[in-house]
Structures are given as structure tokens and as C-alpha cells.
């Protein structure tokens, strides 16, 4: 019998309650200090495959590994007691078959220890996530602008512009719901055609430069604090810490050279010599 923590973290069967009901709030978050910050206000906490780009400062996701992810998913698991927390599969870590993807999608969840992980893709994906969720894995299909096909999209670019571009993808968030995924994260889909998606579907849409009226929104937290020189445009900036960041670093630094800085006795006061 395992010692349970006090606080319960929030269920898959609670975030897919959250369709056509209170907004999901969803931010992605990467180590433990950030995870401990947001947790009372997120109900899900996403450890995105961004990282690779975020904080390893690589051109796209496909370099990330599943080490990195695992890594990753347990500083988040560590500082965070309530929200549920989904891990990314990496690029090449769920494609070739059902099979190898049970198997690394098991390994992040036994190891980083989070409930539930998000792979990129519809139908062609359909397969492998009704595989991992009858076997215990819940799974969040990710649809639109799916960043692990960046070279073969030719881009970060809108989907879904024209509308002969919409059945194929109304048919893949059908496909992914058919399957067993518990929620459906639409990324730089045409506004229009998240929406008519959101009302086709019975599991809730988590928009990302979509639809205000997806059944949650997620962004890449170091966007909407304003660390990113280079954002999204549809990403909406609440805070300006790249500034705020620049500016204490620069009062250290002055600190340091102008030898203004706290000596030792202040902060391990030293019995007087007798
Ligand atoms: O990897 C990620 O951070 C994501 C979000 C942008 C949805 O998939």
C-alpha cells in the first residue's frame, strides 16, 4: 500500500469531463520551480517536446530524445502535486508501430512518472493510440500544425486555410476520438474550422493559436512571459520577464565588479573570537 500525498492530483476522466463545460487551463512548463508556480492555477501541465527549441535552444523539436522528455517530466512531477501533467512523445519514439510506441510511452510514464502523454498526428496515428490507451496509457492526440512534421509541412504555417483542407482534418479529429485519445490539442488550425472541430468532437479541444472557443487553451509559458524574442503571433504576452531577467543580471554584475557584494559573515554569522 502506497503512502498517498495529501493533495489529489487532478484525473484524465476530470479533464475529459471538461468538455462543452469550464475551459481547461493549460500551460507547458519544464522544471520543477515553474511547475511549483503554476500548479494551483493550471488544471494540466504540459511537458512539451518545445523544451528541444526552449531550453536546449535547438531550430526544431526533432532532436528531442526520450531521456530529454523524461528528464524533464520528473523535475515537473517534483514540483507539482495537482495538476495532471501529460509528457510529449518524441519525434521517432511512437511512429514505426504501436509496438515501440507502448513501449517508450510506458517508459515515460513509469519513469517520469505522469499520467498521460500527447502524440502529433490523425488518422495515421488512429492505430497506435487506441493500442496504448486499451493498454493503460491515456493519450492526447495533437492535430493541425504538428511541429514533428515541420520539413514535411514546409514550415510553422496555419492549417486548415482553405477550406478543401477541412475534411481531411475534421476526418483525423474524428479518427483520434474513435481511438481512445481523452483530449484533442489543436494547433494553428483556422479559427472557423477549430471550431466546427470543437462541436464535431466528444472529447474537449485544447487550442493553441485556434479557436477561442476550444474547451481549453495551452501556451509555451516562456512565450505568454514574454522570454521569446521571436513569439508566435497569436501568443498573448502577460508578463515582460526577458527585461526584468537582463535587468537584475545587470545589478549582480555591477554588484560584483564594484565589490558591493554581501561578504560570507552576513549570511553564516560566526561566534565572536574569544
Ligand atoms: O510541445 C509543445 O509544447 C506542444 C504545445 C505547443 C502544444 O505541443
Not at 54 to 68: A, K, P, S, Y
Amino acid at each position: 500500500m502506497s503512502i498517498q500525498s495529501q493533495m489529489r492530483r487532478i484525473t484524465v476522466p476530470e479533464i475529459r469531463a471538461h468538455k462543452d463545460a469550464k475551459p481547461i487551463v493549460c500551460l507547458t512548463c519544464y522544471h520543477a520551480h515553474t511547475a511549483k508556480l503554476l500548479d494551483r492555477h493550471v488544471d494540466l501541465i504540459l511537458v512539451g517536446d518545445t523544451l528541444g527549441m526552449v531550453i536546449h535552444g535547438m531550430e526544431t523539436t526533432l532532436g528531442v530524445t526520450v531521456e530529454m522528455m523524461i528528464l524533464h517530466g520528473q523535475a515537473v512531477m517534483r514540483g507539482s502535486q495537482r495538476a495532471l501533467v501529460v509528457v510529449d512523445m518524441p519525434f521517432g519514439s511512437y511512429e514505426e508501430s504501436p509496438e515501440v510506441a507502448f513501449h517508450n510511452a510506458s517508459r515515460i510514464m513509469k519513469e517520469a512518472g505522469c499520467q498521460a502523454v500527447k502524440l502529433e498526428g490523425g488518422t495515421r496515428m488512429a492505430q497506435t493510440i487506441r493500442y496504448l490507451s486499451q493498454r493503460g496509457i491515456p493519450v492526447i492526440a495533437h492535430i493541425g500544425m504538428t511541429p514533428q512534421n515541420v520539413q514535411v509541412l514546409g514550415g510553422f504555417k496555419t492549417q486548415g486555410r482553405t477550406p478543401a483542407e477541412w475534411p481531411a482534418l475534421e476526418a483525423d479529429a474524428k479518427a483520434v476520438t474513435e481511438a481512445g485519445a481523452f483530449a484533442l490539442v489543436l494547433e494553428a488550425m483556422a479559427e472557423p474550422l477549430a471550431a466546427r472541430i470543437t462541436e464535431l468532437v466528444a472529447i474537449p479541444t485544447i487550442g493553441i493559436g485556434a479557436s477561442p472557443t476550444c474547451d481549453g487553451q495551452v501556451l509555451v509559458m516562456e512565450d505568454m512571459l514574454g522570454l521569446n524574442p521571436n513569439p508566435p503571433k497569436f501568443v498573448r504576452e502577460y508578463a515582460q520577464l526577458g527585461p526584468v531577467i537582463a535587468a537584475a543580471v545587470e545589478a549582480y554584475a555591477r554588484d560584483v565588479r564594484e565589490r558591493r557584494f554581501p561578504g560570507s559573515e552576513n549570511v553564516y554569522p560566526m561566534k565572536k573570537a574569544q
